[in-house]
């Protein structure tokens, strides 16, 4: 049911704040959407969204016991994929059925998950990236159409990161032209797929393939779960919901076992390798990890849902630090909003221009991931490595750094942050989870850190690398880079250290061997050292693509938005160079006096960036049904939604509760 808002009128702190606002919003919003036909397709979508569904819960999904709360999620997950089948995919192109733009205005349908997001998010990407053309035609279609409702069933009680540890199993049975697929032990029950629990009536399983004898690794399956009719679990399946946990509350993540439970032997995703009806194995992808290909796209998606997340939590935290006000700085003078403090824009600033950076490099890494994967549909999996080693870190580091910055602005909204009702601890658990799912973040960087020791290594001996690793080429073999406090410089700097911490994980390694190690030990012992130097990676490509982006994009902006636009770049690389002061002596000619004055400039670029602090977060135009929260609408009246909100728990039903008959009054008189 859909609840009535009251509308009210904006608190005038805000409106204050709107009216000193120096530059175009829209342009703004154009520049963060792609473009301004990217905005009006957005909002056209939005519109059809919002004014179709049932976006507001009358009482707060927090205050509904787990089942109500799943089937509440799974009764908007209908009406809201009724329309993104309908009517959104009509404006985006069937084909763009993963669009940030679908999953942004999900979010005005659920506070937390939808059951069905693993559905399009994983499982018919693993359809489109896995399957053969033939497979294709049968499964997609019905998929999309949510004839068939899917889940990703890769990791297992046992294992998680280690793919080639996974125990679950598919034996080709030749007699048959079936799979068997089995659970040995315990530890090879399927754990935690979302939308598996009860939602899904197919699933993608990632299990070792066994045919003549032989074990040929990891392979996808589509399975068949549950009775379309009945939804009962087929025999041989053993299926359900994995139990509380500390976000993804309204959905069902699942385990799943199989008791030599058979499929057809085109059940197997054939796309990378397939198994021949006599049971022969023919390989014929170019790259043994083509079949890891899922996790790889949504680790590139993450970077532009790490970028919204940090929008709504920023979007919150800033327009709520424009209408609370705490403290009298000088007695007798009105207490300051708290947003004048330095220290609090000095938590807050940065999650906006996090959030452009994050959503810029985001956009570029999209482009690189469509150009890698042309080619690697006419064969060519040369960059398939770079792609790998740039999804991992760029995956880890802007989930980690996300993760951060919206605990920061929980901190930034005192007391009230802590709220469910503010949206920030749902915001928080929801990004807590990216750093570990789609692999954990000290895995991905690992997995970054052996491509940089291989690029360096190439570097070393005068060889050319890979294009987001060619600054090794000009600082693999200097020791300390000049220090220069231009962005040019800084974006220097931070070369300089990624390749300083790579030289020194190679030394370490090399001095080790030769100390008797052998290579796997001397790799292990150095590991602190290499996921150190992957976020240094990380954080030069971050710094170098983010500034290039924003240069190009603004090109034909207005002068005020070209400056705004320019401050928060800058921001960004300060603020990330004095969190790295220790890395900069380390490794570059960086003085004293030198970070005493960058100290001082970023200190300035708070100040000069304050008065447009809430204008920018308008510019994230995020709808108050998307932001679900009492600190962050609009009309900034904070207090009369707090208020409100506290009127719906449950507690307030009833003026006297029934346990201080039963347990308070008698403890009270003595008789308990
Ligand atoms: C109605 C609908 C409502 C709403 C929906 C609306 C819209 C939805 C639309 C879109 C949704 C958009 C976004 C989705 C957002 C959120 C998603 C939500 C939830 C997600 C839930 C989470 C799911 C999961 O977590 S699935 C499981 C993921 N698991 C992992 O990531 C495991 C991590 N481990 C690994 O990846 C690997 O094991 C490994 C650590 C990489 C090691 O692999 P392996 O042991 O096999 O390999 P080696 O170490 O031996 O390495 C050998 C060699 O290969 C290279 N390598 C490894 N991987 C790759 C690769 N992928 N590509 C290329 N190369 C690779 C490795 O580097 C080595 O190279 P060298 O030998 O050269 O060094
Ligand atoms: C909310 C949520 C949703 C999920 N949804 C799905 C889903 O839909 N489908 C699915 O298949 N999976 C899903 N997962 C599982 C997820 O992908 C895994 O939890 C994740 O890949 C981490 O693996 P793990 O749990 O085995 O952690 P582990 O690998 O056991 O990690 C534990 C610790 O060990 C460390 N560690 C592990 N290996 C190494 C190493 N080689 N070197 C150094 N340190 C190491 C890690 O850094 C970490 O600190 C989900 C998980 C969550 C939390």
């Known amino acids: 049911m859909k609840a009535n808002r009251p509308k009210r009128d904006v608190h005038p702190d805000l409106a204050r704040e709107r009216l000193k606002c120096n530059f175009n919003i829209e342009e703004v919003t154009n520049i963060i959407d792609g473009g ?3 905005t009006l397709e957005r909002k056209k979508i939005e519109d059809i969204a919002l004014n179709n569904g049932a976006c507001l819960d009358e009482i707060p999904d927090e205050c ?7 089937e509440n999620a799974i009764r908007k997950s209908c009406i809201y994929s009724n329309i993104v089948r309908n009517e959104m995919l009509e404006i985006t192109g069937m084909e763009n059925f993963e669009s940030p733009v679908l999953r942004r205005t999900a979010d005005a349908f659920f506070k937390d998950i939808s059951p069905f997001m693993l559905h399009l998010g994983m499982f018919v990407p693993t359809l489109i990236g896995q399957s053969t053309p033939e497979q294709m035609a049968e ?3 019905k998929a999309l159409d949510m004839k068939i409702i899917g889940a990703y069933a890769q990791t297992e009680l046992g294992h998680g990161t280690f793919i080639r540890g996974l125990e679950t199993t598919a034996t080709y049975d030749p007699d048959k032209e079936e799979f068997v697929l089995h659970s040995p032990t315990i530890t090879s029950y399927k754990w935690w797929a979302g939308g598996l629990g009860k939602t899904a009536n197919h699933c993608v399983v990632m299990a070792q393939l066994y045919t003549q004898g032989e074990c040929h690794g990891t392979h996808l399956f589509i399975v068949q779960i549950r ?4 939804h009962m679990p087929l025999p041989g399946i053993k299926v359900g919901e994995i139990g509380p946990r500390m976000g993804f509350s309204s ?3 699942g385990f799943l076992g199989f008791n030599s439970f058979r499929i057809p032997r085109q059940n197997m995703l054939m796309k990378h390798a397939k198994v021949e009806k006599d049971g022969c194995y023919v390989k014929s992808a170019k790259h043994g990890k083509l079949t890891y290909g899922t996790m790889v796209f949504i680790r590139v998606t993450l970077v532009s849902e790490m970028s919204f997340n940090l929008s709504k939590a920023a979007t919150i935290a800033i327009r709520y630090s424009a209408v609370r006000r705490q403290t009298e700085l000088r007695p007798n003078e009105p207490e300051p909003q708290i947003l004048d403090y330095p220290t609090q824009q000095h938590k807050l600033f940065i999650c906006i221009a996090t959030a452009h950076a994050f959503q810029l490099t985001s956009k570029w890494l999209w482009d690189t991931f469509q150009a890698v994967m042309a080619d690697v549909r006419k064969g060519n999996v040369d960059a398939l490595p770079e792609l790998h080693a740039l999804s991992s870190c760029l995956k880890a580091v802007s989930t980690s750094d996300a993760l951060s910055h919206i605990e920061q602005c929980r901190f930034a909204c005192g007391g009230h942050g802590y709220m469910l009702s503010s949206n920030l601890p749902f ?5 807590a989870a ?8 000290t895995v991905l960087l690992l997995q970054t850190a052996r491509f940089l020791v291989k690029a360096w290594e190439q570097a070393e001996s005068g060889n050319n690398v890979t294009p987001t690793v060619a600054y090794l080429n000009r600082t693999a073999n200097t020791k300390r880079v000049v220090w220069d406090n231009t962005h040019e410089g800084i974006i220097q700097s931070f070369q300089a250290i990624a390749a300083g911490k790579i030289g020194q994980c190679v030394r370490s390694i090399r001095d080790r061997i030769k100390s008797g190690m052998d290579y796997e030990d001397a790799w292990l012992m150095t590991t602190v050292q290499l996921v150190a130097a992957a976020e240094a990676h990380c954080r030069a490509v971050l710094v170098n693509t983010y500034w290039n982006e924003m240069i190009r994009l603004t090109k034909s902006s207005s002068a005020n938005v070209k400056t705004v636009m320019h401050q928060l770049a800058v921001l960004y690389l300060m603020y990330w160079a004095l969190e790295k002061t220790g890395d900069l002596l380390k490794y570059s000619s960086v ?6 004055d960058l100290q001082r400039r970023y200190e300035e670029l708070l100040a000069a960036l304050r008065p447009n602090a809430v204008s920018l977060v308008d510019a994230f135009d995020l709808r108050d049904e998307i932001l679900h929260s009492s600190l962050g609408s609009y009309d900034g009246c904070v207090y009369e939604r707090l208020m409100e909100e506290a009127q719906k728990s449950p507690l307030n039903a009833e003026p006297v509760n029934p346990s201080f008959h039963k347990y308070i009054k008698p403890l009270m008189q003595g008789k308990l």
Do not use: M
Request: net charge negative; hydrophobic share 25%; proline share 3%.
């Open 139 to 141: 499964w997609l279609p």
């Open 434 to 441: 990216t750093r570990t799912y789609e692999g954990d973040y």
């Open 36 to 38: 301004k036909d990217k």
């Open 251 to 253: 959905a069902d993540n």
């Open 64 to 70: 509904l016991s787990i089942k109500e709360r799943y």
């Open 227 to 230: 009775d379309l009719d009945t």
């Open 591 to 596: 003085s004293k006096q030198d970070l005493d």
């Open 427 to 431: 915001i928080y658990s929801f990004v």
